[in-house]
């Protein structure tokens, strides 16, 4: 079964820019969406086919998925920022969808 | 604008069937290009894909699952229901509905709110 990999945690300064990465094995040939959660909602799409930011995503908010690994990147990161980030992409082998175990941005 | 809720017992015991309902308000079941899905999150954990249900009856399921879940639709009602059966306590989580656009990968652009399932005896 395919798997993707992400740090537990990412810390970054307000104003800064965030980087999160999601690892998988040649995973630049799938594509990539990424998820937002914070505490106690569900989650919501900010980037969607590796790059595509959903409406209402401010443009901030960034992908890009190459070889074994995809990023997201914040910039000038807010402390609203503050989430739970998850990456997600579509197993087309066995034909179901995997996340990866989710990384908390701190906002320091 | 699309909403789902989810439904059911929030405390199962252990072996016996989790069932939930998603009923979903401001768009048909049956739209083209959506399909349907259960997403759960252990507390402190990541999110884990159950599985999918097409208006027309259509199902795939996480292979880790084992074929304990089990998801149908109601077209007349517009909701679609999630089965678990065998519950250990492996299986309390934070489950959630959600609206998947057929894409590859699907993006999950609607979320219920989540239901807290528990199984304890």
């Known amino acids: 079964s395919y798997v993707v990999t992400q740090p537990m945690s990412v810390s970054v300064a307000p104003g800064k820019t965030a980087r999160i990465p999601c690892g998988g094995d040649n995973i630049g040939s799938k594509s990539v969406n990424w998820y937002q959660q914070k505490p106690g909602q569900a989650p919501v799409a900010v980037i969607s086919y590796d790059s595509d930011r959903p409406s209402g995503i401010p443009e901030r908010f960034s992908g890009s998925n190459s070889g074994n690994t995809a990023t997201l990147t914040i910039g000038r990161v807010e402390a609203g920022d503050e989430a739970d980030y998850y990456c997600?992409?579509?197993?087309?082998?066995?034909?179901?969808?995997?996340f990866g175990g989710g990384t908390q941005l701190t906002v320091l | 604008q699309v909403q789902l809720q989810e439904s059911g017992p929030g405390l199962v015991k252990p072996s016996q069937t989790l069932s939930l309902t998603c009923t979903v308000s401001g768009d048909s079941i049956s739209s083209d290009n959506y399909y349907w899905s259960w997403i759960r999150q252990p507390a402190g954990k990541g999110l884990e894909w159950i599985g999918r249900i097409y208006a027309t009856g259509g199902t795939s399921y996480n292979p880790s699952l084992k074929s304990r879940a089990s998801i149908s639709v109601d077209t007349s009602k517009n909701q679609f229901s999630l089965r678990l059966n065998s519950v250990t306590a492996a299986d309390t989580a934070v489950y959630f509905c959600?609206?998947?656009?057929?894409?590859?990968?699907?993006?999950?652009?609607?979320w219920g709110q989540g239901t807290m399932v528990t199984v304890s005896s």
């Open positions: 997600q992409v579509w197993d087309s082998s066995r034909d179901h969808s995997i």
């Open positions: 959600a609206r998947a656009e057929d894409i590859n990968p699907p993006l999950f652009d609607y």
